[in-house]
């Protein structure tokens, strides 16, 4: 199994993609938490690989200093990118770009960025080694990145629901990549 773990809460005052906005307390609380159910139930990763995003290479540190595994930064498993509107407060998003804030479509690409199908297929394009990864690798990532594995693995329709599939900060999923599945487990 390959672990893919969302990383805790940041400041949700700024547009996420590729920010450089980090985890909040309540956040690295959330992920001490899911540490504490790995152990429970003897999920260890056996090395780690993490966006290098801040929020996720953040997420990434607090595992590997539990569990004393190095981890690897990757800009391959980087959330949707939203451009010019990466990491920039919701307040001044809104005020400059109104159009993107609201009513985007799986199609709609950000000034400079990218859209919600695009990362799809990105996605779609890194299956096959995802799915070649050793057992136990734990990827630390973001909610567009597993969403997307979601949609591709259940072949679902892509859409604009980002709550569909319960990738809530701190959660852990499994792919399995024998069977070409995935499931939340924490």
């Known amino acids: 199994m390959v672990y893919f ?5 940041d400041d949700e005052n ?8 980090d985890l909040i307390d309540e956040g690295v609380k959330q992920v001490e938490k899911t540490i504490e159910i790995m152990d429970e139930n003897g999920i260890i990763p056996s090395s780690i690989i ?3 995003v801040r929020r996720a290479e ?3 540190k607090i595992v590997s200093e539990h569990f004393d595994v190095p981890y690897t930064l990757s800009d391959d498993f980087r959330e949707q990118s939203k451009g010019l509107l990466n990491g920039m407060s919701k307040i001044k998003a809104e005020e400059e770009y109104p159009e993107y804030m609201s009513g985007v479509s799986i199609d709609t690409v950000y000034p400079d960025g990218e859209s919600l199908k695009m990362l799809y297929e ?9 799915a070649s990864l050793d057992d136990d690798t734990l990827i630390v990532t973001h909610r567009g990145v597993i969403n997307m594995l979601y949609f591709l693995l259940n072949d679902v329709p892509l ?15 499994e792919l399995d990549g024998k069977k070409l599945s995935i499931r939340r487990v924490i």
């Open 5 to 9: 773990l969302r990383h805790g809460l």
């Open 14 to 21: 700024f547009v996420g993609g590729w920010s450089d906005v």
């Open 50 to 52: 993490a966006s290098n």
């Open 58 to 60: 953040h997420t990434a």
């Open 122 to 130: 990105r996605m779609k394009k890194l299956l096959p080694y995802i």
């Open 159 to 173: 859409d604009m629901d980002k709550k569909k599939f319960g990738v809530d900060h701190a959660s852990l999923h």
